[in-house]
Each structure stands twice: as C-alpha cells, then as structure tokens.
C-alpha cells in the first residue's frame, strides 16, 4: 500500500457529508445516473455557465487557520478614545463560550415556532427590559441593526404616526450634536420618501414651522454633552411635534432616563453590553417607544402568553406588523434583526445586574473624571461641561496630538473643527488614563508634577442624576456566579432546537452547517477588538479581507463590483434599489420610479421599494408558479415611460428554475428598466449560473445564507450587493469614506449602515467558507443542493403533493408541499407544522409563498441518513393525517391538533387523550434513544396579543396571566 503524504481530509467532504454508496443511493432514487444528470434535467441549459468557477485552490481547516492569522496581525489595536457609538467592552467568558461560540445559539433560527425556542425567547425578553427599564419607555422591540437605522427607523414611524395637525408635514430636524454616522443615514434614508432633514442646533430651532413634524437629539450629545431635553421636548409636544432621543445604554444607568424627560421614541446601540467592537458589528440596536404606538413598532417584539395547558409561554408578538404580512404598506423592510448580540446583552445584563452594570458605568465615569481633572491643569480647554464617559477639548495642538497619539498607540477622536474628543469605556484601566495623561502632558509641553486625585465625586448635574430604579425583576439578581449563570444558560440552551439536533429545513432561508473552523476566528481579538472608524492603515488585515473576498463573490455572481456595507438581506435590496434608482437619476430619468414585483416575492421586496421611493406594481404567477411573462409584458408596457426595475427571486420562490428568465430580463431592458434580484435563493446558483449571466443588473447576497454565517436565532445576517459596471458609481458610501450623504450629488448613494463596512467581523465566517470549499466544492455544494432537495420530493412521492416542478418534474433547491386538502377534514398546515416537533424536526416554511402549505430546503449539508429520518417522519405524518381522514383519529382530539406534546403532558397522572402516549411522544422508535421534549404547548397566539405584555413580568403575576 503507498502512503500519500498530502493530507486527504477534503473540508469539501466534511461539509457535504456523503460518501459513494449514499450518493449512488440517492441518484437511483432521483432516477438518474449521474449528478451532472440531474443538473441537466434541472437546469435551462442557457442559462449554465460555461466555465468553472476562477476561486483559489481549497485549504484545509488547519492551513486556512493559520493564514488567517497572519492576516489577523495586520490589524493593528491600539488604544482606542474614538467613541461615537462603539466602545471596547469585556464580555464574560461564561457569556464567549456558552453563548457566541455555543453553536446550539448561534446555528438556531428566528422564533416562529415558539414551542421549540423558548429559551432565547426569554433572553430577548430580558433584553426588552433592559431596553423599557433603562430608556423609562413603556415597550421595547427586540433589537434592530445597528443605532443609524434604528434612528432612521424612528424618522419613518414618527413620519407615519403624525397627527391630523401635521398632517402634511414632511420635515425632520436632527441635532448636530447627533452621531455623524446617524445624521448621515438618515439624509440617505429620507431623500428617497420625501421627508427634508434639516440639522441643526436643536436650543434654536423653530417648532412654529408647520412642516416640522419630529425632532433627533442624541444623549448624551456626540460632543459628550448630557443635556436636559425635558423643557425641549415638551415644547415640541405643545406644537404636536414627537421627538426621538439617540441615547447611549450605560449611560442611562446613571441618567436621568429619556422617558422621564418626555421622549416618544428612545433608540441605540446594545454593543457596549458585551459585544465587541468587531471593526463595526455585528450589534444590537434596540428601539423602544410609547405603548400608544406598539403596532407601528418596526422588528420583532417577544411578548407573553400561555400554552393550551395554561403555562406561560414567549412568543413573538403582534405579527401582523412585520414585513412579510404588510408588504408594500409596510413601514420598515425590517427582517433579519441582530438576535444573537440581543441575547447577549441581555445576558450580560443578567449577569452582571443593575449594580454591577452600575459600578461599571460609574468607573467609566470616574476615569472620564479623572481624565478631565487633571488635563485641565495642563491648560488644555475643555468645552464639555457636564459629561458622563466622553469629552470634547479646544486645543490648537490637535495635529501634534495625533501625530504623537500614533506613537503613544493610542487613537483619539479629530473633528472637523479641529477640536479632539476622548471618550472612556469598560475596558479602560487607571493606568491607560494615566499614560493617555502623559500623552496630553507631553503635548502640551507642561513640565510640572502630575497630581493623581482618586477621590472624586459624579459630574452630573442633580436634575439629571437618575433616580428611578432599574432591572428590578428578579432574573437580574439571580445569576451573578458563574455556576449560577453556567446553568441559567443550559437551561435555556436546552429549551432550544437548533442545528445541533436536527436539520431545519426552513424553505428560503438555507440552514446549512456553520463549521467550526469558520467560526473560530471571528472572537479573535485581532477582529473583534477593532473601532470602525480607526485610520485604514490599522485595518489592513480587514482591508485585505474585504478585498478578497470581494473578488470572490464577484467571480460568482458574475457581476464588477460588491459592496459588503449592507448589513442584512433587506439591507441589501434597500441600496441595490437605491443604486438603481441613483443610476435613473444620473441620467436624468427621475420620473422612473416604478418596481413591479411578483407576487410571489418575500415581502421584504415590496417593503424596500417603497422604502426606496417607489411604486409597487404587482405582477401575475402561472399556474405552475412562474412569472406569467404575458402580465408582465403588459404591465411593462404599461409603465414603460416610468419603468423603474423589475424585483425577480431566481430560482422562484415557489423552487424552480424558470426558462424564461432570460427572456423576462432582457424584456425588462428593453423599457428602460433594470433588473434587480433578489439572492436569497443563491444557494442554488453558485458554480452552475450566476445573476449576471441571467440578466440581472444588481444581486443582493445573503451571506447568512448561502456563504455560512449563521442565522443566530433571528440575526446577524449580512446582505452585500453585487452591481454591474453601469452601477458602481451607486454603490453606498459613508461619512467616515469621505462620502457624506448630505453632499451627494445627483443619483450618488449615501450610508445604509451606521459602519463603513457593516458587520464587518462575521466577514470572516464567508471568507473562511469560500476559502475552504474552492470553486469546484461550491459548485458541489450546489449540486448536492439540488439533490437533496430532489431526493426528498421522490421519496414523499405519493404522500404529499409538489405544489410546482420544472419542465422536467424536477424542484431546484426546494420544493412547496400542498396541505391545502388536508382542510377538508381539519387538519392544517399549521397541525402538521408542530407534530414535526414531537419528531424532533424544525418546522419547514409555513404558508409561504403560498397560503396551507409547506416549504422544504434541506441544503447540501445534511447526510443521507438525515434526510430518510426526515423523509420517514413526514410519512409517518401522512399517516396520521390518514387516520383522520379515514375516521380512524378523533377529528379534535389527535396527535395532530394536540401537538406538540411536552414532556410535563405526557408524564401527567391523568391522560384523558382518545390515543396513547407512546403515540403522542414516541411515534418512531429512534425517538426512544434521542427525543427533543417542547418546553411548552402549543402557543396561544391571540391571547398573547389581546394580553401584549413584552417585559419579565413579576413571577405572581404569571398566575393573573393564566
């Protein structure tokens, strides 16, 4: 036998995980001989690339680390005073390693099937305590992208929520003393809708002018100002104007909170809750508001019910807000949110409690204190006068501070008119402030002794000192010990399905492994420690990152350029619409501001056209769930003057490869129009097509999806944008780029995310993806995609109708299962939806795209003998549903309708059921040996909604619930 000496462990083989026998196994099953045979029937053949994929050869896990490393060095950390909304912070390492690097968190999806996710239900509502408790507001969403859009978001809801008074008003005012990055924003995210931004001083503004309707301060201010808005904000509501307040979360902790002061919306950012910086985010931006205004609430809100038992349960509350429900009469495109660093800031707050978080932001101050005290004898002149953990200073020696900072390693901030801002955090020791002390002393030239008071009392005014008590539930003094924490943590972790059970094969949303090795870098210091807005030159690591992979996603999309800025899918679809839009304007085509969309297309498609200043024309589906060419053909001609862009999901998003989508493309060009799609169902073109080649002038990416990052249970996701040549100049710019929105000129695009590059650090998670696969293993994973999801359609063949197929029978990378005939005997999708969990399976999509049905995508990671357990389990369903169609089964009382069965029902004393309990919790004998028990029963819904209650809520008081 002759040894190999290169190492054979293909990291192509860990993630499709099957071997020979299973793949020709699973062909005979298919029906064919060969992959490339299915691809062929499958696929239109003008639509196959004619080349391979031009990536670099595949690394092993071990080589792939180790360069990445080395790239990581090339960041360089310094100690960083920038501020402005990202802060180092220390997260617990009970909270690194049960939560961010704990894969049965972060491999979890959003929490539509609530009976299986309750326990990062309860995190999220502690979260929206933190959020009500320290903001004085009444209701909290359970988090958004980042503090820009979150105040954008705040800009959109005051804007929709005006009184009959201001009925016809349209302009926005936003303080100067707000972050540059949020003002930026909001100039990009107001243009398209109409709503003037005017910026300004907000103790001189007029709150006569009859088009003002609402009011951005920041607090503290940018500058670190903490200034009492109670006066402002009540004269602006004498006026019928609302006001919204950027405020930062620890601060709240020793001020007095916005709520007191009046404020009708209150958001920011959660990162300094022990999120690290990671060179932008991902972090949790949290928006919080009156309870008068809960149904215009963008995101998701968890909120608390009961179960058919009566038991408490979580769920995600008053649905009918979001996207998906409301489409093109939404107000926010609002999808992915940032769940996952949600989760963590409330455990961060669990953890450490109202006193801890107290002490921590009281030291914060105290060095600010410090700082301050002792510079001012250095003669430095600082123009802050009430401060919690940031200062601005007036000093002619600003290009000799940062030319000398650079020597010390140590970033500060330099505004434009040239003063220097210095802002302090957790992380920051007494003895870096003595060395940044030293730096200053240097500067300034002072030769005396430096005299070090550490007595030193608050410098906040008394009416601004926070007096209202916060995080009283009892959750936040329980778990102070890491034992206590270690098991608070388990027990919810094990309230949870996730990746690490079972394959979820949620239809559009791609849940494929997230491996290990492509997590590993992303807690890095090197990556998680950076500031967004360091010089260029400390981020070459990321630079280089960026950069390749860039390239990388442009050789498979086909497209000229990426912009990685997006910060989730829908972020994505809002500046690739944006870039279309710049690009009509650029010519002169302002009048072209039509969208027509499918009516099969996720609802975030129609939310981001409005959002993006268009009009929403819906177009027809066939029979068979294509795009009904003639419709679209007439509705193009129809609006051909003002023809915009056509919004097109390939494949569709009822699963199949539509011939005619060159056709559709090309007709679209032909008007005047461009093509955007829509890549959420990338998963089953790379290697084998590519949007480009389609047609398709801009493609968002859902990096969450099909490049590996995981969903983290509702968030992060990231949504880059590929373009065409003609679209580059389009592309998202950002004030810190030195493009700011506020200058544009005609058609130029302005921020969509607070950083330059978004979330910047979970990056590295697609860059290890690609990296490790190569061009022939994505393509693989592509094709064994498409086989997967074409071996379960043949083998529930007989059992479940496929509701749409290609020209030859075939489903690209998922497929819809009819449930609608099951009605006729009481049983809904929905039934079947929360037996899967008895099984121990997620749930697939319910009722999307279309109403009573099933959506399946098992992606390319899951072995052969995951899909017969899945495949097997659904047929035992059918059974089931047999048996009540049959008579066999109660119509009311059967496994289907009492589903799912917990472990507390099946245990009772009593069982009054018209079946067995062995039937009920082990319907399969595998179950046996391995069950995932529910933790609750099958959710009340409507009694959550008609009791919305969406904080921790005193434990008596669940008794009032029930």
Not at 66 to 71: E, Q, R, T, V, W
Request: charged share 20%; net charge negative; glycine share 8%.
């Amino acid at each position: 036998m002759k040894i190999n000496l290169r190492s054979q462990d293909k990291f192509e083989n860990r993630h499709h995980g099957k071997n020979e026998q299973e793949l020709q196994e699973m062909l005979r099953t298919v029906g064919v001989s060969s992959l490339d045979e299915l691809i062929q029937q499958t696929l239109p053949a003008a639509i196959r690339l004619k080349k391979p994929l031009n990536l670099p050869n595949p690394k092993s896990e071990k080589d792939f680390l180790d360069g990445i490393k080395k790239l990581a060095r090339k960041n360089a950390i310094l100690k960083t005073y920038i501020g402005t909304g990202y802060y180092d912070t220390i997260t617990p390492n009970v909270i690194l390693r049960n939560i961010l690097e704990n894969p049965a968190w972060y491999t979890a999806y959003t929490p539509y099937q609530a009976e299986i996710a309750q326990g990062r239900l309860e995190m999220l509502l502690n979260f929206q305590t933190v959020i009500t408790d320290l903001t004085g507001m009444e209701i909290a969403n359970a988090s958004l992208l980042d503090e820009a859009t979150a105040a954008a978001e705040a800009m959109t809801m005051l804007h929709s929520l005006r009184p009959g008074a201001k009925k016809k008003a349209d302009t926005f005012f936003v303080s100067e003393l707000c972050h540059p990055q949020t003002i930026d924003l909001i100039y990009t995210r107001a243009k398209p809708i109409g709503i003037e931004v005017i910026v300004g001083n907000h103790a001189t503004v007029d709150l006569t002018n009859e088009n003002l309707y609402g009011v951005l301060v920041q607090y503290p201010a940018t500058n670190g100002e903490v200034i009492d808005y109670t006066d402002f904000i009540a004269a602006a509501h004498d006026v019928n104007i609302t006001v919204a307040v950027a405020a930062d979360l620890l601060a709240l902790t020793l001020l007095k909170s916005p709520g007191e002061m009046g404020a009708d919306v209150v958001v920011g950012s959660s990162q300094r809750f022990g999120v690290p910086m990671g060179y932008g985010g991902p972090h949790a931006a949290f928006f919080a508001t009156k309870d008068a205004f809960k149904r215009s609430i963008p995101g998701r809100i968890i909120g608390v019910s009961i179960d058919a038992e009566g038991n408490r349960a979580l769920r995600m509350a008053l649905q009918t807000r979001e996207q998906h429900i409301r489409r093109e009469k939404a107000t926010s495109n609002i999808c992915t949110a940032q769940v996952l660093l949600a989760v963590i800031a409330g455990a961060y707050s669990v953890y450490h409690g109202p006193e801890g978080i107290k002490n921590i932001a009281s030291k914060v101050h105290g060095l600010t204190r410090l700082f301050v005290d002792t510079i001012k004898k250095f003669h430095y002149d600082v123009v802050t006068t009430n401060y919690f953990d940031t200062v601005t200073i007036k000093t002619p020696l600003s290009s000799k501070l940062r030319e000398n900072a650079l020597k010390w390693a140590i970033n500060l901030r330099y505004n434009k008119d040239d003063s220097v801002s210095v802002s302090f955090d957790e992380a920051k020791t007494f003895e870096d402030v003595i060395a940044l002390l030293n730096l200053f002393a240097e500067v300034s030239g002072f030769q005396g002794e430096m005299v070090i008071d550490e007595e030193m009392d608050f410098n906040i005014p008394e009416n601004l000192v926070r007096t209202s008590s916060y995080l009283t539930h009892p959750v936040f003094s329980s778990y102070h010990t890491e034992h206590e924490m270690l098991r608070y943590l388990k027990s919810l972790e094990n309230k949870d399905l996730s990746l690490v059970h079972s394959m979820i094969s949620l239809g559009s949303c791609t849940m494929k492994l997230n491996a290990t090795a492509e997590m590993i870098p992303l807690t890095w210091p090197e990556f998680g420690s950076l500031h967004p807005f360091v010089p260029a030159n400390q981020a070459l690591g990321y630079g280089q990152l960026v950069a390749e992979l860039s390239a990388w996603l442009c050789e498979i999309t086909g497209f000229a350029a990426m912009s990685m800025q997006p910060n989730s899918g829908a972020q994505g679809e809002y500046a690739g619409l944006m870039a279309i839009r710049g690009y009509h304007e650029s010519r002169g085509d302002h009048h072209r501001n039509v969208a027509l969309i499918p009516s099969s297309a996720h609802g975030t498609n129609p939310a981001s056209a409005v959002m993006a200043g268009m009009k929403v024309v819906v177009t027809k589906c066939d029979e068979r769930g294509n795009i009904d060419v003639a419709d679209l053909q007439a509705k193009a001609e129809q609006y051909k003057d003002s023809l915009s862009c056509l919004l097109v999901t390939y494949p569709s998003t009822h699963g199949v490869y539509e011939e005619s989508i060159i056709e559709i493309c090309s007709m679209i060009h032909s008007f005047g129009g461009q093509v955007y799609m829509d890549g959420a169902n990338m998963n089953a073109q790379v290697g084998l097509t590519s949007p480009a080649s389609i047609g398709a002038d801009v493609c968002h990416l859902n990096l969450h999806k099909t490049f590996c990052i995981p969903h983290g249970g509702g968030g992060p996701g990231v949504g880059p944008i590929g373009v065409g040549e003609h679209l580059i100049p389009f592309l998202p710019g950002h004030v810190n780029l030195g493009k700011q929105s506020e200058h544009l000129t005609a058609g130029q695009a302005g921020a969509v995310s607070a950083a330059p590059y978004g979330s910047a650090s979970i990056l590295t998670i697609s860059y290890a993806y690609i990296a490790m696969m190569g061009g022939e293993g994505l393509t693989n994973a592509t094709k064994y995609a498409i086989l997967n999801a074409n071996y379960i359609k043949e083998r529930l063949a007989g059992h479940y109708e496929v509701l749409y197929t290609g020209t030859n029978g075939r489903c690209a990378h998922e497929m819809i299962l009819d449930c609608r005939p099951f009605k006729a005997f009481g049983v809904e999708a929905e039934d079947l939806a929360k037996r899967l969990m008895d099984y121990g399976f997620h749930a697939p999509t319910l009722s999307f795209p279309v109403a009573g049905t099933l959506m399946i995508e098992p992606t390319e990671s899951e072995s052969k003998a995951e899909l017969d357990r899945f495949c097997d389990t659904m047929i035992a369903i059918r059974n089931e549903v047999r048996e009540v169609e049959e008579g066999i089964a109660d119509k009311v009382d059967n496994v289907l309708k009492n589903a799912p069965h917990t472990s507390r029902v099946v245990l009772a004393d009593v069982w009054e059921h018209a079946y067995g309990r062995e039937k009920a919790a082990f319907p399969l004998p595998h179950l046996r040996f391995n069950k995932f028990w529910p933790s609750v029963s099958r959710v009340d819904s409507a009694f959550g909604d008609r009791n919305l209650i969406c904080s921790c809520i005193p434990v008596e008081a669940y008794a009032e619930v029930e």
